[in-house]
């Protein structure tokens, strides 16, 4: 199994049949295993195509199949992770990837509606009845995410072993406690975005590119998040690492990421086989302490009380 893992969140929306089964024979023949989508990507399109390739490469027993459910985009309920949601949402997943389980069923979103124990009694049943090997959880803070696996482990149930978080040089919020609560509980982290929406390759150092999420109108927003002063500090370190060790500045933001603690393998999101191609060298990457170490000062999250400090020394 590859240490990064294929995101399909683009698959039958900015990714075509022709490029998805690019990228999927791509990611197969560097070692891939884990591949991750979501009943919500593309309107379930996503899961669609998925299934088709999968059959077509026949190779459902060399991957570790890993999808989503809670969110209803374009409904009133926009979050619904009920037991009845969950468990016809599943059933859906499953035929539109033509597969008789997954290996990894997460829930997409705290939905503060549903009771919790309702939302985790469903995913009890899901690995009872053999239609899912494991769980996990995605955009939980810290106490969602100590509830949530505290409450299985207390009822000896299907353990939560996975979190699905955005992690990246440009957002490392989830140091504060998800970090320590995932090492404390057991959970590999599966980090989404790791190339910060794409800022980290530096693309978007300069300008803007007409072809870029960042130049499109609907998704532009997304990228923007990070146009200030401090991503553009970080990129800069990136990009100045990157000249000095002959690689691409995706490639040093993906290396650093996939050696951080309880990180089990960054989600890769590319919209075009060459995305991904460069994304995939960063397996080959080690980065030496000293590089290492002025990525993570640049991009210091700010910590404080009471996550850090005197509340935790001992």
């Known amino acids: 199994m590859g240490r990064l893992a294929l995101g399909t969140m683009t698959w039958a929306k900015q990714t075509d049949e022709y490029e998805a089964r690019d990228q999927l024979a791509a990611f197969l023949d560097a070692g891939g295993s884990l591949i991750d989508t979501a009943d919500s990507y593309a309107q379930g399109g996503s899961e669609d195509l998925l299934g088709t390739l999968l059959q077509e490469f026949d190779c459902r027993d060399d991957i570790v199949l890993a999808t989503k459910a809670v969110q209803r985009p ?44 309702e939302t985790l009694a469903a995913l009890d049943h899901a690995v009872a009845s053999g239609k899912v090997r494991y769980v996990g959880i995605s955009n939980y803070s810290g106490w969602q995410t100590a509830r949530a696996c505290t409450i299985q482990q ?28 995932a090492q404390t509980l057991g959970l590999g982290i599966l ?17 803007i590119p007409i072809d870029s999420r960042g130049g499109n109108p609907e998704t532009s927003g997304f990228v923007g998040a990070y146009n200030n002063e401090r991503s553009h500090r970080i990129v800069d370190a990136v990009c100045t690492a990157a000249e000095g060790l002959d690689a691409a500045p995706g490639e040093v933001a ?51 009380y009471p996550e850090a400090g005197w509340a935790q020394s001992r």
């Open 254 to 304: 993906l290396a650093w990421l996939r050696d951080r603690p309880g990180v089990v393998a960054p989600i890769l999101g590319a919209r075009t086989t060459n995305q991904l191609i460069s994304a995939l060298a960063s397996e080959e990457l080690e980065l030496p302490e000293e590089i290492t170490t002025a990525l993570e000062d640049v991009s210091e999250p700010p910590m404080g």
């Open 191 to 207: 980090p989404w975005s790791p190339l910060g929406r794409g800022v980290l390759t530096g693309k978007y150092r300069h300008s």
């Open 74 to 117: 374009g409904t009133e309920r926009r979050l619904d992770a009920s037991r009845r949601h969950l468990l016809k949402a599943l059933d859906a997943s499953l035929t539109r990837l033509d597969v008789d389980h997954i290996d990894l069923w997460q829930v997409h979103r705290w939905d503060s509606w549903t009771p919790l124990e």
């Open 154 to 181: 207390l009822k000896g149930s299907a353990p939560i072993i996975t979190t699905q978080m955005e992690y990246s040089l440009l957002e490392r919020g989830i140091e504060r406690e998800i970090v320590p609560a």
